[in-house]
Structures are given as structure tokens and as C-alpha cells.
């Protein structure tokens, strides 16, 4: 049974970066099936796309927020990352990590999110 | 960018009762690539529908999608207890991918 965990600082000062890991168990990054996401969500809010990423390296990103983000991959820990630079409190939200299918472009199996707050 | 908006903005009703939640596009979503997903308070959202009208794997039969082109509807026959809860559409047809603003089912 498949499964991600988020993992990374809960707080981060303004005009920093945020740096979030996804661990991958239960079953290979390294496939054809699937692409692997960030989704974020302000406390109280909607959903926004952040980002997505295949295990040979190739990542779309949202363009709202593409000239801030990286994303990469890391297939010999299982794992991917999320960088976003120069944060505002706007920034503040769960972060999710997701498995979408290659396919269909939707998020089937996810993480259970981690809060990152921006404030000094 | 497309872009979804979903009414009502809350939807009361008592369980057993039938629930239509709306999301409309802002221009056609491609090959009706338009999925549904359900979040409860402190979780994930969880995929409940894509393509319109497929549901994913575990996904019982109550919960049904519809529609087409720049709108689409999710229906939920029977509410059961469970089933309150916010409810998210999103578009993976075209890129970026959006989501609706949400409804949230509640009890009446």
C-alpha cells in the first residue's frame, strides 16, 4: 500500500524559502504510472495546484507561482521536494503531496498535508 | 486558465436527503476532464470522481457525476453521515489544473 508523508519546518520567516520533502513508501517513484504533485491550501481555503513532477526529472509548474518554485526528484531515496523562495505570509498554508496518474491528471492518493506558517 | 465556480456555497440537508453540487467552467473543459473530490475537517481531500463520471477505485455508488462541456454536476443519491463534508471539483484538461472554490455539505 502506497503511501507519502510530508516532511519540513513548520515555520519560515518572510522573504525565505520553503523547503518541503515528500517520502515515498510502499511502492517505486520510479514509474511510468504515475507523476508526483505539490497542492497547497491557506487555513480555510481552496485548493491551488502548485507544481508536478515525473520521476525522470521533467516538472510543470503553475504558472502563478512558477518564477518562485522548484521541484525535483530524488529517486534513489524515494522522495520528492518542493523550494519556494522569497515567501509572504500569503505563502502560509498545508502543503500536500499527491500522486497523480499519468493519464488522467488527477491526484488519487495523497499526503496528509503539513502546515507551514510565514511569520517572523 | 479555466476557471471553476462551484454553488452552492453550502448545501444544508438531513441524511437520506439527494445532494446536486454545481461547478461551472469558465470556458469548455476538454474531453470532459472534470473530477470531483471530497474533504473532511483535519484530512486530505480524497478523489471521488474524474472524467466526469468515473469514479475511483473504493468509491461506493451513491456518489455520481455528470455533464459536460462548461457544466457539470456531482450527485449524491443518499446522504449518509460520512458523507458531510467539503466537496471540490477540479479540471485536468488543460493546464494549469484548477480547482472550484468548494461546497461544504452540511447537516440541516
Known amino acids: 500500500q502506497m503511501q507519502l508523508q510530508e516532511s519540513g519546518p513548520g515555520l519560515v520567516k518572510p522573504s525565505e524559502t520553503l523547503s518541503l520533502i515528500c517520502t515515498v513508501s510502499g511502492g517505486s517513484i520510479r514509474t511510468s504510472s504515475y507523476y508526483w504533485g505539490w497542492i497547497r491550501q491557506p487555513p480555510g481555503k481552496g485548493l491551488e495546484w502548485i507544481g508536478t513532477?515525473?520521476?525522470?526529472?521533467?516538472?510543470y509548474y503553475n504558472p502563478s507561482l512558477e518564477s518562485r518554485i522548484a521541484i525535483s526528484v530524488d529517486t534513489s531515496k524515494n522522495q520528492f521536494s518542493l523550494k519556494l523562495r522569497s515567501v509572504t505570509a500569503a505563502d502560509t498554508a498545508s502543503y500536500y503531496c499527491?500522486?497523480?496518474?499519468?493519464?488522467?491528471?488527477?491526484?488519487?492518493?495523497w499526503g496528509r498535508g503539513s502546515l507551514v506558517t510565514v511569520s517572523s | 486558465e479555466i476557471v471553476l465556480t462551484q454553488s452552492p456555497g453550502t448545501l444544508s440537508l438531513s441524511p437520506g436527503e439527494r445532494a446536486t453540487l454545481s461547478c461551472r467552467a469558465s470556458q469548455s473543459v476538454s474531453s470532459s476532464y472534470l473530477a470531483w473530490y471530497q474533504q473532511k475537517v483535519g484530512q486530505a481531500p480524497r478523489l471521488l470522481i474524474y472524467?466526469?463520471?468515473t469514479r475511483a477505485t473504493g468509491i461506493p455508488d451513491r456518489f455520481g457525476g455528470s455533464g459536460s462541456g462548461t457544466d457539470f454536476t456531482l450527485t449524491i443519491s443518499r446522504l449518509e453521515p460520512e458523507d458531510f463534508a467539503v466537496y471540490y471539483c477540479q479540471q485536468h484538461g488543460s493546464s494549469p489544473l484548477t480547482f472550484g472554490g468548494g461546497t461544504k455539505v452540511e447537516i440541516k
Open positions: 513532477i515525473f520521476y525522470s526529472g521533467n516538472a
Open positions: 472524467g466526469a463520471s
Open positions: 499527491a500522486r497523480r496518474r499519468g493519464v488522467a491528471r488527477v491526484f488519487d492518493l
